[in-house]
Every structure is written in C-alpha cells, then in structure tokens.
C-alpha cells in the first residue's frame, strides 16, 4: 500500500513572502520564496548576510519575532498547511518532526546545565516514558557520533569546560536527540576548523542516508554547501536568485550573482611556485618582535580524589615557544581543542599561564598574571570568534565604536570622524551606528567588532577567526583591509583560523598546533605546499576539493 504522504514533499515553502513592521512603517524582508524539501535531501540555502536565509528557517520554525508579517504564501509539512492547524498541533507537529542547529553556540545551550543534563532533557521531551539508563546511553551515543572524546565522564561537565567548536558539536548533538525528520541548520560548521567540520558533514549526510532525516542547511559558506548538499537554493535581498541541483550550481551557475560567489570563494593552493615572504626567524632584532617563550597552560581536572582536595592537571599548552614578526601577520591553525585560542587570550592579557613568558621587544611581561597586571592590556587588542558574547548589548554600535576610539593606546581624539570612516573601511553603513547588536546580522556584528578593534590602534591584535562569520565576497574585503592595517600602521597580528585558505591568503608565516604543542611551523606556502607533517597534511585534506588548486 503506497503511502499517502509520500505523494507530497516532506516541506514546502509556498511563495513566502514577510514584511517588518516598525512604528514608522514596514520593509519588506522576504519575496515570493518557493522551494521543496523531500525525505532524505539536503537543500542548502546560501547568500550572503541579510539575504533572508535565517529569516526563512525561523519562518519554518515559527521563531519569527512578533514584528514580522506574513504577506502571502504557505508553509506545508506533508501537504498540510501548518496555519490551519490549531496552535496546539501545530506546536505538537513542530516539537516531533522539526529540529534546529543554531549558529550562536553561546546562546543554545545553557551554562548552568550540564550538556549531559541538556542532552537528557530534550530526549525526555520527546520521549517521556524512556528510562534513564536508556537516556544516559543515548546521550553517551551522541556526544561521541558528533566527535566529543570520552562522552561518558564529558556528560558531567559544563558548557564553559568546552572549546567554541566543541560546543557547537554539542548543539548538533542535541539536535539529533529528538530523532526529528527535519533539521534545520543553520551555519552548523561556523565554528569548526576544517577536519572537524569535514567530519560533522560527513556525520551529517550519514545521517541523511541511513534514517531519511532531512536537512535545510543555511550557510554563507559554499564550501559546506560542495560537500553535503543536493540541491542548493541562492538568496538574494530577499530573492530566490537561483536553485538547481548542486552540481549544476557549483560548475554551470545561471545567475551572474551566484558566479560572483564562487568567484569570491579564497582558493587553497597546493600546488606552484613558492613566493618569497618575510617570516620569523632566530636573526631578527628582539626591538622588532614579540616572543614568547615556555608557554604552558594547564587547568585542574576532576578526578577519583578531588574530593581530597587533590586534582589532576590537564594541558591546554605545553612549552610553546612563538615568535611574531612586527608589522606582519602571523597565523595559527589547528583543530578545535588543539589551544589556538588559548594562545590568543594569553597574549591578550585575558588569561594567566602556567609558566612562561612574553616579551615585546625589550619589555618582559609576566605571562602567569592576566588583566592589568600583565601590563598587555592596552597594548594587545582582540578581535573574538564570537562577537554576539563580545559586544555589549546594552551599547550602540557608535558607543561601541567611540569608546574604542578615544581610550585606545594610541587616541587622536577625533573619535567621531574615525568612527565613520572607520565604518567605511569595513564595508558597513553608517546607519547602522544607531543600532544594537540584537538589530545586526552576524557578519555584521563581526565587522563592527574588527572595526573596534582597529579604532584602539594596538600595537598587537590578536583575531580569533576574524572572518568566519562573514560571507565570502565581504571576506574578501576584511582580508584586504587588515593587510591594509598592518601595512599602515606597522600593527603586529596573530591571526587564529582554521581557514586554511584565508591563512595562506593572508600571512607570512604560520605555526600549527596539535594537542597544546606546536607540530609544524614554516612560511606560509611551505607549510601548504609543501609540509610533510601527516597532521598538517590531514587538515590540507580536509579542504573542499571544489575549492583546491
């Protein structure tokens, strides 16, 4: 007997069209976006920040804030019209067959719960009956399909005890918990370096190919978007600029906007001659250079006896010795957990060290102490992964920016004219300065945040994955302005990634991190083109092939 549902696609967006309403009138936010979902397809859903695509999840997942309308069109799960159905079915309808990945990680999980306290509350929500030994080990199960080591003694610890990446796989994680038929996602990999995000994916599509689940994958970046998914819809301004299978978008695009994106996709080169770029080295003046040496980070671990007060020590860095070159750009990559960002913060004064030292030129400052104390703070300005949890809420943009501007290292005094200008070179508008970051896209939010680091006018910045939030064509344009930067205003930077492309594009010269040590070091192409190292070459690997040459 066939199955009536079958005759429909498991989701269809019908002609959806929104519109924002204020008190001083509305803007239209969506128009006419007509797409299908069936059982076991990925459809990726890609433009760039402010396209809609995020607007067309939460649509889907009924998130949408009061302030939006629905002008015309139709959501259908199965054929039935969800706004037919009485709120209380169609809560039920959502809750049991829709689940969300989230691209903020901070805000989806809750940092007074254990993750395994979380994992275990969406299972029960979902299956209420279940006993709790069969929740414990479907909660042990899932940390480990989405790559958390030692899932079972993990469950008792807490979101903060996690690295950025890690989290995000637990939200993934959480995610699957329901068993749902659809997931939304959106920029599910933002966070995850490159042999960790290939994993996810690949997790991902096995999923899709062996329970039927389907997924609508919204994501700026078209690297994702080659590897799993098998349709792809291109959003623009609110638009449907094109969709197609994957194939035919990535190698035969129809739209003179999609060929723009692809364009703008940062190439990883393996192959070719090598350009000669200046990089640190044992001969260079000590006046022109900051050094650390002997880094060690370690943070106490619970063990069988911690009740005795005795505690094991784990390493996040262990005797890392670096050196970056003033007026250059140096890069660190390494998985998620290898303490790429831990590095980061202990340079910035943020964090203490266990041991060590860092000097700037001939200063010597005591790594083992952090904020004022350190005598880095002022010095160092850091550009954060994550800058919905770096910006203050409560702050416009232009407060953010202003305050940067005249209590910075280095203050000229003409904040306001610096500000705007500033917002010019990061390719913002400046009607954005009115507004607070809850009003701004998350590439936006990420643009103001290097723009306030920029306006301090640091000797050092320190950019945690600077660009990972923003779309390729306005990474292009960052990457361009912080060669700009550096070049102008001789700033010394430690640029933390796990783009690999972005770092070859970028810096002169690059350390690799591997478990808190240092496993391979070199100029940039040397270290892309060239490096023997099995972990160096595994993360190479794990780049998209669409996007290698």
Same mark, same amino acid.
């Given at each position: 007997?066939?199955?009536?549902?079958?005759?429909?696609?498991?989701? +269809?967006?019908?002609?959806?069209?929104?519109?924002?309403?204020?008190?001083?009138?509305?803007?239209?936010?969506?128009?006419?976006?007509?797409?299908?979902? $069936?059982?076991?397809?990925?459809?990726?859903?890609?433009?760039?920040?402010?396209?809609?695509?995020?607007?067309?999840?939460? +649509?889907?997942?009924?998130?949408?804030?009061?302030?939006?309308?629905?002008?015309? =069109?139709?959501?259908?799960?199965?054929?039935?019209?969800?706004?037919?159905?009485?709120?209380?079915?169609?809560?039920?309808?959502?809750?049991?067959?829709?689940?969300?990945?989230?691209?903020?990680?901070?805000?989806?999980?809750?940092?007074?719960?254990?993750?395994? /306290?979380?994992?275990?509350?969406?299972?029960?929500?979902?299956?209420?009956?279940?006993?709790?030994?069969?929740?414990?080990?479907?909660?042990?199960?899932?940390?480990?399909?989405?790559?958390?080591?030692?899932? $079972?003694?993990?469950?008792?610890?807490?979101?903060?005890?996690?690295?950025?990446?890690?989290?995000?796989?637990?939200?993934?994680?959480?995610?699957?918990?329901?068993?749902?038929?659809?997931?939304? +996602?959106?920029?599910?990999?933002?966070?995850? !370096? $490159?042999?960790?995000?290939?994993?996810?994916?690949?997790?991902?599509? &096995?999923?899709?190919?062996?329970? =039927?689940?389907?997924?609508?994958? @919204?994501?700026?970046?078209?690297?994702?978007?080659?590897?799993?998914? !098998?349709?792809?819809?291109?959003?623009?301004?609110?638009?449907?600029?094109?969709?197609?299978? +994957?194939?035919?978008?990535?190698?035969?695009?129809?739209?003179?906007?999609?060929?723009?994106?692809?364009?703008?996709?940062?190439?990883?080169?393996?192959?070719?001659?090598?350009?000669?770029?200046?990089?640190?080295?044992?001969?260079?003046?000590?006046?022109?250079?900051?050094?650390?040496?002997?880094?060690?980070?370690?943070?106490?671990?619970?063990?069988?006896?911690?009740?005795?007060?005795?505690?094991?020590? &784990?390493?996040?860095?262990?005797?890392?010795?670096?050196?970056?070159?003033?007026?250059?750009?140096?890069?660190?990559?390494?998985?998620?957990?290898?303490?790429?960002?831990?590095?980061?913060?202990?340079?910035?004064?943020?964090?203490?060290?266990?041991?060590?030292?860092?000097?700037?030129?001939?200063?010597?400052?005591?790594?083992?102490?952090?904020?004022?104390?350190?005598?880095?703070?002022?010095?160092?300005?850091?550009?954060?992964? !994550?800058?919905?949890?770096?910006?203050?809420?409560?702050?416009?943009?232009?407060?953010?920016?202003?305050?940067?501007?005249?209590?910075? /290292?280095? /203050?000229?005094?003409?904040?306001?004219?610096?500000?705007?200008?500033?917002?010019?070179?990061?390719?913002?508008?400046?009607?954005?300065?009115?507004?607070?970051?809850?009003?701004?896209?998350?590439?936006?939010?990420?643009?103001?945040?290097?723009?306030?680091?920029?306006?301090?006018?640091?000797?050092?910045?320190?950019?945690?994955?600077?660009?990972?939030?923003?779309?390729?064509?306005?990474?292009?344009? @960052?990457?361009?302005?912080?060669?700009?930067? @550096?070049?102008?205003?001789?700033?010394?930077?430690?640029?933390?990634?796990?783009?690999?492309?972005?770092?070859?594009?970028?810096?002169?010269?690059?350390?690799?991190? &591997?478990? =808190?040590?240092?496993?391979?070091?070199?100029?940039?192409?040397?270290?892309?083109?060239?490096?023997?190292?099995?972990?160096?070459?595994?993360?190479?690997?794990?780049?998209?092939?669409?996007?290698?040459?």
């Amino acid at each position: 007997m066939t199955d009536p549902m079958s005759a429909y696609p498991l989701l +269809a967006v019908q002609n959806l069209s929104l519109q924002h309403r204020t008190a001083t009138g509305t803007t239209p936010i969506l128009h006419n976006i007509s797409f299908d979902l $069936a059982r076991g397809e990925v459809v990726g859903l890609i433009g760039e920040s402010g396209a809609g695509k995020s607007t067309v999840g939460n +649509a889907i997942l009924d998130l949408l804030a009061p302030e939006f309308e629905r002008t015309s =069109g139709e959501i259908l799960i199965n054929g039935e019209n969800l706004e037919l159905v009485d709120r209380r079915n169609r809560d039920q309808i959502r809750r049991r067959k829709i689940s969300a990945i989230f691209q903020d990680h901070t805000t989806s999980l809750d940092p007074l719960m254990t993750i395994g /306290a979380q994992i275990e509350e969406t299972i029960r929500a979902i299956n209420p009956q279940i006993l709790r030994k069969a929740v414990q080990r479907r909660a042990i199960e899932l940390l480990a399909r989405v790559g958390i080591d030692n899932p $079972a003694e993990r469950l008792r610890d807490y979101p903060h005890q996690f690295s950025g990446g890690q989290r995000q796989r637990i939200v993934i994680a959480i995610a699957l918990a329901g068993s749902p038929e659809i997931i939304i +996602a959106d920029e599910p990999t933002s966070a995850l !370096d $490159a042999t960790v995000q290939k994993q996810i994916l690949e997790l991902l599509r &096995k999923l899709v190919d062996e329970t =039927g689940v389907s997924i609508i994958l @919204v994501t700026h970046d078209m690297g994702v978007v080659a590897q799993i998914a !098998d349709r792809v819809v291109v959003m623009r301004h609110g638009q449907v600029a094109e969709q197609d299978v +994957a194939s035919e978008v990535l190698e035969r695009p129809k739209s003179d906007y999609t060929r723009k994106l692809l364009a703008a996709v940062p190439k990883l080169r393996i192959n070719g001659s090598l350009e000669v770029r200046s990089g640190p080295n044992k001969s260079l003046d000590p006046n022109t250079s900051i050094v650390g040496e002997g880094i060690t980070k370690t943070f106490p671990v619970r063990g069988p006896l911690s009740f005795l007060g005795k505690s094991q020590d &784990k390493g996040a860095l262990r005797d890392i010795s670096f050196r970056l070159e003033r007026g250059a750009i140096t890069g660190v990559v390494g998985e998620s957990g290898s303490g790429k960002s831990t590095l980061g913060r202990l340079l910035a004064g943020l964090d203490r060290s266990s041991a060590g030292e860092i000097r700037i030129g001939e200063e010597v400052f005591n790594a083992s102490r952090s904020g004022a104390r350190s005598g880095l703070l002022g010095r160092v300005q850091m550009i954060f992964q !994550d800058p919905a949890v770096s910006l203050n809420p409560r702050m416009s943009v232009e407060k953010t920016l202003l305050e940067s501007a005249r209590y910075g /290292a280095q /203050a000229t005094g003409r904040g306001r004219d610096e500000v705007g200008a500033m917002m010019d070179r990061v390719g913002l508008a400046r009607t954005l300065l009115a507004r607070y970051p809850h009003q701004l896209s998350g590439g936006q939010k990420q643009r103001v945040a290097i723009a306030r680091a920029l306006l301090a006018r640091p000797d050092i910045i320190v950019a945690d994955e600077p660009t990972s939030a923003l779309d390729v064509s306005v990474q292009a344009e @960052v990457i361009h302005l912080l060669k700009e930067v @550096v070049a102008e205003q001789h700033v010394t930077m430690m640029f933390i990634s796990h783009d690999l492309a972005v770092v070859q594009d970028l810096c002169s010269f690059v350390y690799v991190l &591997k478990g =808190g040590q240092i496993v391979d070091s070199g100029s940039s192409d040397v270290i892309f083109m060239h490096s023997q190292h099995p972990y160096t070459r595994s993360l190479i690997e794990a780049r998209p092939r669409h996007f290698i040459h």
